[in-house]
């Protein structure tokens, strides 16, 4: 089956969600993933307004499929672009036009995405960059930048593009889509996730590095390429280091072999020598 937008957002916050999407598992919604999607159905009739007015009726596009010849004409807007090769089907939320030369003309177009959150974050860069890169082969130049309306005032923001980072994850995504099911890694996106439950129950029976919070997946991977697979293993490999006469603390190095020591051993660890702050008037 090709990856629909449902399943490249789910890629993108977690491969492993995709995975168990894909292999037809069902979890319970989250009110919170409820809010996030009405927020961003929201901001989407906003922005097409807005679109509208600003552009006029006749001049926005709306379904057409992305392609060369459906462009060339020129539209300023295109709303529900809808591009297909032999791995998407996908519907873009939009395309901007732009100035510069393309295989179009003397202009190109530039991805546009709706997004219901306050923040653009990186999930919604990838995206832009994905698309960009899909766009790419429409009109022969990768657009140096993508469009967000976001917010809960529905304001858009111009973001830069890396195409670099997108075919990354183009290869990745060739490579494993229909690859074994992917390692469990908790993230940022799991408070809103449907199968939080299942993973959460899934990474404490596995004791998975994954559980301590601040640690990112490139720090996984890198422990995991010195044999530290798990909490134990990690917390075994703490060692305080001596501090010199002479040494000036900067900032507060987080340490994750201590963080996984505590939850070992159900403590709380100081690292150092706290300094608690004097003051005229005790409270």
């Not at 003309?105 to 991805?111: C, K, R, S, T, W």
């Not at 860069?125 to 766009?135: C, F, S």
């Not at 590095?209 to 530290?228: D, N, Q």
Request: positive net charge; glycine residues 8%; aromatic residues 4%.
């Amino acid at each position: 089956m090709k990856m629909t937008n449902e399943g490249l957002e789910e890629y993108l916050n977690c491969k492993l969600k995709a995975h168990l999407k894909d292999a037809g598992e069902q979890g319970i919604r989250t009110d919170y993933e409820a809010l996030l999607l009405s927020r961003r159905d929201e901001v989407r009739l906003i922005a097409t307004e807005k679109i509208l007015i600003s552009q006029g009726e006749g001049q926005v596009a709306r379904s057409v499929a992305l392609t060369a010849d459906s462009l060339k004409s020129g539209p300023p807007f295109v709303l529900d672009a809808l591009y297909e090769d032999d791995l998407f089907c996908l519907k873009l939320d939009g395309l901007k036009k732009v100035p510069g030369p393309s295989r179009l003309g003397a202009f190109h177009y530039v991805p546009v995405l709706f997004h219901g959150g306050e923040k653009v974050r990186r999930e919604q860069r990838l995206l832009l960059e994905l698309e960009g890169l899909l766009l790419a082969g429409v009109q022969g130049l990768v657009p140096s930048h993508g469009v967000v309306w976001h917010g809960k005032d529905c304001r858009n923001s111009r973001v830069a593009l890396k195409p670099g980072r997108a075919e990354v994850v183009m290869r990745q995504l060739r490579r494993t889509r229909d690859a074994e099911l992917p390692k469990l890694i908790l993230n940022d996106h799991c408070q809103a996730c449907e199968f939080s439950q299942r993973c959460r129950e899934q990474g404490v029976k596995e004791n998975s590095l994954s559980l301590l919070r601040g640690i990112s997946e490139k720090e996984v991977r890198g422990l995991a390429r010195k044999g530290v697979l798990t909490l134990t293993q990690l917390a075994h490999t703490f060692r305080p280091r001596r501090k010199g006469k002479r040494a000036v603390q900067k900032n507060h190095k987080r340490h994750h072999a201590l963080q996984a020591l505590a939850v070992r051993d159900r403590r709380i660890y100081v690292f150092g020598t706290p300094k608690v702050p004097s003051s005229r008037s005790p409270v």
